[in-house]
């Protein structure tokens, strides 16, 4: 008898181990439904062989191609590491925006002021006036007609103070900003799937930190963001911006050599991102002179392989606003390539120049929709017309 209650013992003890493991599979699946499906940044595809175009063969693996199935791709729950940070608010951003640009002495509110107290209002004042403005990098058109704008209303009026005159120049240059332009940032899904931004510029513009901004300014927006380091050439890039999006709890797709195929890099995290449920996604790309026509080839190239996957939906062109006019060459250039959308002024720290913002959205007809102000990871914010207004002519 002895046997049969041995037998019997065990018997029941592995259909308890059985049923332990059961229930605890079915709450995983019930904890695990519905939630979406974010990348395991710990392990990441080798995409130095991808090809180019998706559906040609790859240089490091004769006749394959990249596939749907996307080998070497971990897809995992996220786990958000101790130390995710909360985004300062898309408002306490504009709050903070309008105050650090009303406490701005810009140059050329300084010699508008010298100006306008003058006293006389003769042609070289006038002129004098202009040579302000186009200091200020408004660009010559613009400088131009607000020149003409204010001699014309203070003929008309009959007056000369120089509040009055300072508050109709305001007027004109808040109408040259074009606040009816739409400085909304796509981050939304689209008919079943994400929205995506590519991000372009010059090197040194501050890009990739840049991107790493606006994940943040979307996560405080409570959008599921999703990173695309297809800056391969750049060693420190990848690792820059999965910093930058671990600090948010955002994933990073990336290859693990340098030199990859940016085009591939992209087109992959848009296929992550479309499989994750992602808002959005973000493709950051390698900084490149605007008179290298190969490489600009190489920037269409990935917009090209992107499309093939899915709409892009934003390009946003990074500027430096400190390199004035320049940076308006750069802007025609990367425009005429990748049908540029939005346009984003770093280093906007003071307004001594910032009559670029003027400029650039006269020749591009496209608006600037967000502005860096400083070095902070929350120094980035939307764009404000009427308060850049009063902060570049100051009270």
Do not use: C
Not at 181 to 198: N, Y
Not at 346 to 373: C, E, N, R
């Amino acid at each position: 008898m002895d046997w049969i209650f041995h037998d019997l013992w065990a018997l029941l003890t592995v259909v308890g181990v059985l049923l332990v493991a059961g229930v605890g599979a079915i709450i995983g699946l019930v904890r695990g439904g519905g939630r979406r499906r974010s990348i395991d940044t710990k392990t990441r595809p080798d995409l130095r062989g991808a090809p180019s175009e998706p559906g040609e063969p790859s240089e490091g693996a004769p006749g394959g191609v990249l596939t749907e199935e996307r080998p070497g791709v971990v897809v995992d729950e996220p786990v958000a590491p101790p130390s995710v940070e909360t985004p300062e608010s898309t408002r306490s951003r504009l709050q903070r925006l309008r105050s650090r640009l009303a406490r701005s002495d810009s140059a050329l509110s300084r010699g508008l002021l010298a100006l306008l107290q003058g006293g006389q209002l003769d042609e070289d004042t006038w002129d004098d006036v202009e040579s302000t403005l186009l200091a200020a990098d408004l660009g010559v058109e613009a400088s131009t007609e607000l020149v003409a704008a204010l001699k014309n209303r203070v003929a008309a009026e009959g007056v000369r103070d120089e509040a009055t005159m300072r508050g109709w120049l305001k007027e004109d240059l808040f109408t040259q900003l074009q606040p009816q332009l739409d400085r909304r940032i796509a981050s939304t899904r689209v008919e079943g799937r994400p929205a995506v931004i590519m991000v372009v510029g010059v090197n040194g513009t501050g890009k990739t930190t840049t991107i790493g901004k606006l994940a943040r300014v979307l996560v405080a927006e409570n959008r599921d963001v999703l990173l695309g380091a297809a800056d391969t050439f750049r060693a420190a890039a990848a690792d820059q911006l999965e910093t930058w999006g671990a600090r948010v709890g955002v994933p990073t797709v990336r290859s693990e050599k340098e030199g990859a195929d940016p085009a591939s890099v992209a087109y992959e995290a848009v296929a992550e991102g479309i499989e994750a449920e992602a808002d959005v996604v973000i493709l950051d790309t390698a900084g490149r002179l605007h008179n290298k026509a190969d490489l600009m080839n190489e920037l269409a190239k990935v917009k090209r392989v992107v499309e093939k996957k899915t709409p892009i939906d934003e390009v946003l062109l990074v500027l430096d606003a400190t390199t004035g006019q320049n940076g308006m060459r750069q802007a025609e250039v990367f425009s005429d390539v990748v049908d540029v959308t939005g346009i984003v002024l770093t280093k906007l720290d003071g307004t001594a120049k910032g009559g670029i913002v003027v400029a650039v959205q006269k020749a591009l007809g496209v608006p600037v929709k967000l502005v860096g102000l400083g070095e902070g990871p929350d120094d980035l914010a939307p764009f404000d017309p009427k308060a850049f207004a009063e902060a570049l002519l100051g009270e």
